[in-house]
């Protein structure tokens, strides 16, 4: 009976195998593998950093606690093209024929800075009073009917002209040239919107109205004055809106006649007393009095006759269809 037990105790016990392997902490192992992991990644990395170091780089603007950095190469390609830009559009103001400001050369490129937020920029002209007036309507029309531009003001039709000019000889003798200038033959202003969607129908409206309803049943004579005066009032408005108000040419030195001409920084040229600029046309117009929103344009020394004509004519045909549309005649 012993035998048998102790033998089967014998039996029992697990045979352990001695092993000459040196036992290693969990933890070491770990910070060995990533010891080795971080190692290769730098190796791996060596050359890319490498790369990303020889090109220079700027801190881009951060918002909050977010920083990041961009190339330096677009953003100085970009301020050279932009400087350049700037360059060529103020040397193109300084050689320009007429005394102007410094504004876009042509409505193309005007059209270009509105097209991308055409509504935003509108609303950015209400809000503000050193804007161009109804640039975007300018901008967009102009440029589709291909406009010149002088100034704020669209030029519709120009030519050339022969003029006199006095120039001063290396002797100090005053002497007269004879030199070409461009001449704006079809111009309007930068409120050509008003004089097209305010003025004309409220004149056509009215005059339309006394024509349909009460000239038919006048005597022909009195119908006859009245077509006079209604298309004499057209006629002055016409002419008021689409003359050259009186343009200054860009004088780079004072005439020798000099009568206390002067210099005016904003169009860059010099001036006589009777000149002033316009903020609102961007040019410097002779014997400026103002700017009408009614005929969309400067009143000046080229347009000031038809003007007066038409503000005459204003009063005369407003007080007559009053009359005639209320049974007083």
Request: proline letters at 7%.
């Amino acid at each position: 009976m012993s035998q048998r037990r102790g033998g089967s105790k014998a039996s029992m016990k697990p045979a352990v195998e001695v092993s000459n392997e040196e036992m290693v902490p969990f933890s070491e192992c770990l910070d060995a593998a990533t010891s080795s992991s971080l190692q290769i990644d730098r190796e791996s990395m060596e050359p890319l950093q490498q790369l990303q170091l020889q090109q220079p780089v700027i801190a881009a603007p951060t918002s909050g606690s977010t920083s990041s950095t961009v190339p330096a190469g677009n953003s100085t390609l970009d301020s050279r093209f932009d400087a350049e830009q700037q360059r060529l559009k103020v040397q193109s103001w300084k050689e320009s024929h007429f005394a102007t400001g410094l504004v876009p050369a042509t409505w193309e490129e005007e059209y270009h800075s509105y097209r991308n937020d055409m509504k935003g920029q509108c609303m950015k002209m209400v809000d503000n009073d050193n804007t161009t007036p109804c640039g975007c309507c300018s901008a967009m029309i102009c440029f589709m009917l291909g406009a010149g531009r002088v100034g704020n003001m669209a030029v519709l039709r120009q030519s050339t002209e022969w003029v006199d000019e006095l120039v001063e000889a290396e002797n100090g003798e005053t002497t007269t040239m004879r030199v070409m200038r461009p001449r704006l033959d079809v111009v309007v202003g930068p409120y050509w919107p008003m004089l097209m969607f305010v003025t004309y129908p409220l004149i056509l409206g009215v005059s339309g109205l006394t024509l349909i309803t009460v000239i038919p049943n006048k005597h022909p004579l009195l119908g006859l004055g009245w077509g006079i005066l209604t298309v004499g009032l057209i006629s002055a408005l016409a002419l008021t809106a689409c003359r050259d108000p009186g343009i200054l040419p860009r004088y780079n030195n004072p005439p020798p006649d000099d009568n206390g001409w002067r210099w005016n920084e904003r169009s860059h040229s010099y001036r006589p007393r009777s000149a002033w600029y316009d903020p609102d046309t961007a040019v410097v117009v002779e014997e400026f009095d103002h700017t009408c929103p009614w005929t969309g344009t400067a009143i000046g020394k080229k347009n000031m006759l038809p003007f007066q004509t038409f503000v005459c004519l204003v009063f005369v045909c407003l007080i007559m269809n009053i009359i005639l549309l209320t049974g007083g005649i």
